[in-house]
């Protein structure tokens, strides 16, 4: 028992903080590279070998380890170090509730692929990133500047808005999965529904003709709260202070914000933070919108029931379980980099420009999205 | 000892670490705050060791996550550090407390062990958001309407007088 929950903790953080957090410090400077038409980083080198640039997040690991730790005068030494800490713990706690698998049946032992299977799974991820505020807070005060403290004044007022709408934009997705525990809304998705099934639902059609039945989709969450996902993603990226919503840091106003008074792995561990919260939010999008570990249009029963026979109960469960990982990293990759895309499209906000976007906007559309959902949710069970 | 007592005591303490701290750091109100948030934490523990799960992710999510958030608002603000203080003049106060305390403190140890008897077992779903939103939007939709009308009342009041001019 023990062993198995250690077991599934080390492969979620390896494969976060191991392979996604320093690929995507390179993914980001090449994309934006290809992006604007430039080579992108390249310089790195180990006896001449460049290897296109991977050298370059172990070089700058090496520079942010053996740069000096300057504390400013003035600063309070305990929550100066402290901030950066409570800044990274958020990102990684999460990772406990996300599934990277489905359930799985060996014989009289099941597998299943979540490190924590709690009931209140997706409070705990709302939970968990409340805290995160702390550290923008607490970073700009403790460094006794006055561009820190208006740094971190903007990042909590902007994390504690886009907590709010962030919470109410996922209402809808709650009432269609009946649920919070993060493995059954993916399980839920593990299933298809005819496009035009509406149709026959409404009385518009008598009975649908049998040719019309390979128009299916995955029952996604983006498929059955489109709006919902827009506005999910708006808020998620907003909370982790990435352009275009990076209004806590502006050269031009207030320098770098809350880091400015940061150097050496102190300021290396913000930077972690912002950068481990992208697959972070990636897994997270992706088990709620995208069907977790599913395969679109090939479910779990289907894949199992159709291996089975040609090789066994237990080959079929066990390349069942490989390819739900796959597709689940497949998924978290497809999504980093949409981030990615987004964070070199869109031009910067301005802060009162987020704020708006955020109160006027995005928080009257997700209460909408509530009341619409509610509504046809009483209307197709009554037709039903 | 059993895993659950291993953490309840670990958060107990941890609660009164972060009390103690808030108390105790007068002078640096920031500190003091982020001490509080350090019980509201642990605290949530507790109440997740009490299988009242809503109650212990609201208390996280709500207190520590937003209320502390604006207490430290305030205090960075208003920036008081050290000096701003004065002199310690507030003896009464410190001895009323004391004696609060003491009180508190003979009450637990006398008269609350064996006042209850063995704790009943709680029914299935207990203190999950499932059974607390059942109740809220059944049998107390009436309260619950009207505390929501009472935060209505409070948001509009607060927009209007940080308002400097209502067009």
Same mark, same amino acid.
């Given at each position: 028992?023990?062993?198995?929950?250690?077991?599934?903790?080390?492969?979620?953080?390896?494969?976060?903080?191991?392979?996604?957090?320093?690929?995507?410090?390179?993914?980001?400077?090449?994309?934006?590279?290809?992006?604007?038409? +430039?080579?992108?980083?390249?310089?790195?080198?180990?006896?001449?070998?460049?290897?296109?640039?991977?050298?370059?997040?172990?070089?700058?690991?090496?520079?942010?380890?053996?740069?000096?730790?300057?504390?400013?005068?003035?600063?309070?030494?305990?929550?100066?170090?402290?901030?950066?800490?409570?800044?990274?713990?958020?990102?990684?706690?999460?990772?406990?509730?996300?599934? #990277?698998?489905?359930?799985?049946?060996?014989?009289?032992?099941?597998?299943?692929?979540?490190?924590?299977?709690?009931?209140?799974?997706?409070?705990?991820?709302?939970?968990?990133?409340?805290?995160?505020?702390?550290?923008?807070?607490?970073?700009?005060?403790?460094?006794?500047?006055?561009?820190?403290?208006?740094?971190?004044?903007?990042?909590?007022?902007?994390?504690?808005?886009? @907590?709010?709408?962030?919470?109410?934009?996922?209402?809808?997705?709650?009432?269609?999965?009946?649920?919070?525990?993060?493995?059954?809304?993916?399980?839920?998705?593990?299933?298809?529904?005819?496009?035009?099934?509406?149709?026959?639902?409404?009385?518009?059609? @008598?009975?649908?003709?049998?040719?019309?039945?390979?128009? +299916?989709?995955?029952?996604?969450?983006?498929?059955?709260?489109?709006?919902?996902?827009?506005?999910?993603?708006?808020?998620?990226?907003? *909370?982790?202070?990435?352009?275009?919503?990076?209004?806590?840091?502006?050269?031009?106003?207030?320098?770098?914000?809350?880091?400015? *008074?940061?150097?050496?792995?102190?300021?290396?561990?913000?930077?972690?933070?912002? #950068?481990?919260?992208?697959?972070?939010?990636?897994?997270?999008?992706?088990?709620?919108?995208?069907?977790?570990?599913?395969?679109?249009?090939?479910?779990?029963?289907?894949?199992?029931?159709?291996?089975?026979?040609?090789?066994?109960?237990?080959?079929?469960?066990?390349?069942?379980?490989?390819?739900?990982?796959?597709?689940?990293?497949?998924?978290?990759?497809?999504?980093?980099?949409?981030?990615?895309?987004?964070?070199?499209?869109?031009?910067?906000?301005?802060?009162?420009?987020?704020?708006?976007?955020?109160?006027?906007?995005?928080?009257?559309?997700?209460?909408?999205?509530?009341?619409?959902?509610?509504?046809?949710?009483?209307?197709?069970? +009554?037709?039903? | 000892?059993?895993?659950?007592?291993?953490?309840?005591?670990?958060?107990?303490?941890?609660?009164?670490?972060?009390?103690?701290?808030?108390?105790?750091?007068?002078?640096?109100?920031?500190?003091?705050?982020?001490?509080?948030?350090?019980?509201?934490?642990?605290?949530?523990?507790?109440?997740?060791?009490?299988?009242?799960?809503?109650?212990?992710?609201?208390?996280?999510?709500?207190?520590?996550?937003?209320?502390?958030?604006?207490?430290?608002?305030?205090?960075?603000?208003?920036?008081?550090?050290?000096?701003?203080?004065?002199?310690?003049?507030?003896?009464?106060?410190?001895?009323?407390?004391?004696?609060?305390?003491?009180?508190?403190?003979?009450?637990?140890?006398?008269?609350?062990?064996?006042?209850?008897?063995?704790?009943?077992?709680?029914?299935?779903?207990?203190?999950?958001?499932?059974?607390?939103?059942?109740?809220?939007?059944?049998?107390?939709?009436?309260?619950?309407?009207?505390?929501?009308?009472?935060?209505?009342?409070?948001?509009?009041?607060?927009?209007?007088?940080?308002?400097?001019?209502?067009?």
């Amino acid at each position: 028992m023990i062993v198995e929950v250690v077991v599934k903790m080390l492969f979620i953080v390896l494969v976060m903080m191991g392979l996604f957090l320093p690929l995507i410090t390179w993914v980001e400077r090449k994309q934006a590279a290809i992006m604007q038409d +430039r080579i992108g980083a390249n310089r790195a080198d180990i006896a001449g070998i460049r290897a296109i640039g991977l050298l370059h997040p172990a070089a700058d690991v090496l520079k942010l380890l053996t740069k000096e730790d300057v504390v400013p005068r003035g600063a309070n030494r305990v929550l100066h170090l402290l901030a950066p800490v409570i800044s990274i713990v958020p990102a990684i706690v999460t990772l406990a509730v996300i599934p #990277f698998g489905g359930r799985y049946r060996f014989g009289d032992t099941t597998l299943n692929l979540v490190v924590a299977d709690i009931d209140w799974g997706m409070l705990y991820v709302l939970a968990v990133g409340s805290i995160a505020t702390y550290g923008a807070v607490i970073a700009g005060w403790a460094s006794n500047n006055n561009w820190s403290l208006l740094g971190s004044m903007r990042a909590s007022s902007q994390m504690i808005s886009y @907590e709010v709408t962030m919470g109410l934009s996922i209402v809808g997705l709650f009432m269609v999965y009946g649920t919070l525990r993060l493995p059954e809304m993916a399980a839920a998705q593990d299933h298809t529904f005819r496009l035009l099934g509406f149709l026959e639902l409404f009385g518009w059609v @008598e009975r649908l003709p049998g040719w019309l039945d390979w128009l +299916r989709l995955p029952a996604w969450g983006i498929f059955l709260q489109p709006l919902g996902f827009i506005l999910f993603l708006t808020c998620i990226m907003a *909370e982790n202070k990435r352009p275009p919503f990076d209004a806590p840091e502006g050269e031009s106003e207030i320098i770098a914000g809350y880091h400015m *008074e940061y150097s050496g792995m102190r300021f290396g561990l913000f930077y972690t933070a912002e #950068f481990l919260e992208v697959p972070v939010i990636g897994a997270l999008v992706a088990t709620l919108f995208f069907g977790g570990w599913a395969i679109p249009w090939l479910s779990q029963e289907t894949l199992v029931a159709g291996v089975t026979p040609a090789f066994g109960a237990g080959f079929a469960t066990g390349l069942c379980l490989l390819l739900h990982v796959v597709s689940f990293l497949v998924k978290v990759v497809a999504l980093v980099w949409l981030q990615m895309l987004i964070r070199w499209t869109l031009p910067r906000m301005r802060y009162d420009q987020v704020m708006d976007l955020c109160w006027k906007a995005i928080l009257p559309l997700s209460l909408a999205n509530v009341f619409v959902t509610g509504g046809l949710i009483l209307l197709v069970e +009554r037709l039903r | 000892m059993s895993a659950a007592a291993v953490f309840f005591y670990a958060f107990a303490a941890l609660a009164v670490a972060g009390g103690l701290g808030m108390v105790l750091n007068v002078r640096n109100t920031v500190a003091g705050a982020m001490s509080l948030v350090l019980t509201m934490v642990a605290l949530g523990g507790v109440y997740v060791l009490l299988e009242a799960y809503l109650v212990g992710v609201l208390q996280i999510l709500v207190y520590a996550g937003a209320i502390v958030v604006l207490f430290l608002f305030v205090v960075m603000l208003l920036n008081l550090r050290g000096e701003a203080f004065g002199p310690e003049r507030q003896g009464f106060a410190k001895v009323l407390g004391v004696a609060v305390v003491a009180v508190l403190l003979a009450e637990f140890v006398w008269l609350l062990p064996g006042a209850f008897g063995a704790p009943a077992t709680p029914p299935e779903g207990f203190g999950g958001y499932r059974a607390v939103g059942l109740a809220l939007f059944t049998d107390w939709l009436l309260a619950f309407e009207v505390t929501s009308l009472l935060l209505l009342a409070a948001m509009v009041g607060a927009v209007v007088l940080a308002k400097r001019s209502i067009e």
